[in-house]
């Protein structure tokens, strides 16, 4: 069964950075592509940012654009969101997720961001922004 694990959260200052990691250990990680969303309390599911694992085609939503990076290290099945600058608003759960690429290649830019896309999830890891 798939199992995607995050890691990487924690506490930071208004301008910080942190780095999320999503791991699975059991997928051939460039079969799939990955999306991070996050969920702040009380507000929808949030696409943030995604990467295929056919090309390495990279979409983020407009708040975190030119802030956040995503990369991806397929020999360690591992892909990562750099986020720089982090601001209040940025303070949520973050979950990665995989859909094959098949799938992810057929759906138009704007959809890759949504959550209805992806088949599997990790528990999540929470980010705090906080002075």
């Known amino acids: 069964q798939m199992k995607l694990v995050e890691s990487g959260g924690g506490l930071v200052q208004p301008g910080g950075s942190l780095r999320l990691s999503c791991m699975s250990s059991i997928f051939t990680a460039d079969k799939y592509s990955i999306g991070w969303f996050r969920q702040a309390p009380g507000k929808e599911r949030e696409g943030v940012s995604c990467?295929?694992?056919?090309?390495?085609?990279?979409h983020y939503a407009d708040s975190v654009k030119g802030r956040f990076t995503i990369s991806r290290d397929n020999a360690k099945n591992t892909v990562y969101l750099q986020m720089n600058a982090l601001e209040l608003e940025d303070a949520a759960v973050y979950y990665c997720a995989a859909v094959e690429n098949t799938y992810w290649h057929a759906m138009f830019p704007a959809g890759r961001l949504n959550h209805n896309l992806y088949d599997y999830w990790g528990q999540g890891t929470q980010v705090t922004v906080s002075s």
């Open positions: 990467i295929s694992g056919r090309d390495g085609t990279t």
